[in-house]
């Protein structure tokens, strides 16, 4: 399965817009701060969430999608601290069964495996910080166990893939 993962773009449509039209996927995320109307046209096929500069109030602060057998969690993470910790999100996603949460807010794009969850925020395609270029994730869920989570760059080439395993003596429901 593959999923496409998208946070703050601040209003900009044409770039949500391109971002789709260069990947096959089965579900697509935005992470929030789209800065665009919920029922906008280019966010309709994706599964998305309220950030802190959205000020539609039909989006929801956090969405629960089962993908075959993975459970994703999607917040935006301002609600959440997450640019002190991941530690109240990874409580929230325990709580849930999440095998996979994906967040943005902070604009800087990461990935890792805590407590046999993964955790990704894909960074922001219009204002990323730190130095990072501008970036959004794809993530292949290649079996029960193995994730495979690229960082693509606005013009669509991977600047870094990162293979995750996890321990398959560890269940969730």
Known sequence: MRLLVLSDTH???HIIAQVKRMHK?????HCGDSE???DHEVLQSFERVRGNCDRDDRFLEEVVVD???????M??????????SLMSLSYRAQELGAH???FGHSHLYGAELIDNILFV??????APRGGNPKTYAGIEIESATDYKVHF???HSDIISSHLFSMKKDVSQS
């Open 152 to 154: 693509i760059n606005e």
């Open 100 to 102: 996979i949460v994906l």
């Open 36 to 38: 665009l109307p919920f």
């Open 11 to 13: 209003g900009d449509a």
């Open 25 to 29: 996927v089965d579900v697509q995320f």
């Open 121 to 126: 925020n894909p960074g922001s395609l219009t």
């Open 75 to 84: 917040v935006h993470g301002h609600l959440h601290n997450v640019k002190s």
């Open 67 to 73: 993908c075959g057998d993975k459970r994703v969690l």
